[in-house]
């Protein structure tokens, strides 16, 4: 399948709307795993090669470009070099932290997150959590790995219970991921998040690119602005760890790298059709490649 080309009618629908009018667009993507490549540790997680001067370039064009993450706002900020992104919107902790401008704002972090700190440490130890799980600490909110271990899968069995009884115990949520279980607060999701963005900006169209079970609530956004009269398209940025991804998405593409091509594919008409500088033959080839690549055709 070629990379743009989206496998369901209501997805390509999206991309036509997307290159049509980019100015009213709204382009959002998730962090790890989507934007940056999944490693052994969080806190080395960068993005793909050329994602940030890509972003940046379509930020030019395109109405609102924002990040929505289970990540802090501002670490995926620092963490990704995301201030070069020019009027980026990030979106942290499933949208209850924003960072825009370099201004951060959010609610305070709920007791339940401290109380959860300070428990997890014995709950490992009785629970004989095997050898190379490990506790990212979010500030508002803590994540379980099994990546490092010898048996992730087994691993994240073995801890989806007591982790679960631990969260309702501080009033959190249990948020299952790729190979984490994470205990955050509850009342906000990616899908939420993205709703309410396309509305504050006013976006007549709207792309979601995502790699986790997390992002499955942006998918379902997606589709109920295109019930809503606003045209949109998911993303999938495929993993073997989480197939259910790829198959809500409207587009499938091979992971970071994968989104990397489809934002150049999105730039390659500088601007689109509409927004394309300079007259004559170059302009003309421009609007073409941009109808091309948002419309499957190669
Ligand atoms: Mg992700």
Known sequence: MPLSSA????????LAAVAADPTRALFATDYDGTLAPIVDDPAQAVPAPGAVAALARLADRVGTVAIITGRAAADAV?????????????????????WQAGVLSGPPVPPGVQAVREALPGLLAAVAAPE??????????????TRRT????????????PLGRLADSAALTLEPGRLVLELR?????????LRELVAERAARSAMFCGDDLGDLTAFAAIRRLRADGIPGCAVASESQETPQVAEA????VDGPPGIVRLLAELLLARGGPTGGR?????SRLRARRWRRACSGRR
């Open 7 to 14: 496998r369901t009618v209501d997805g390509q629908a999206g």
């Open 78 to 98: 620092s963490l990704g070099g995301l201030a070069a992104v020019p009027g980026l919107i990030v979106l942290g902790h499933y949208g209850a932290q924003r």
């Open 132 to 145: 190379g799980t490990t506790v990212e600490d979010k500030g508002t909110a803590l994540a379980v790995h």
């Open 150 to 161: 010898a048996d992730p899968a087994a691993a994240l069995a073995l801890l989806r219970e």
């Open 185 to 193: 607060p509850p009342g906000t999701d990616k899908g939420t998040a």
């Open 249 to 252: 998405a409207d587009i499938v």
């Open 278 to 282: 300079g007259s004559g033959r170059s």
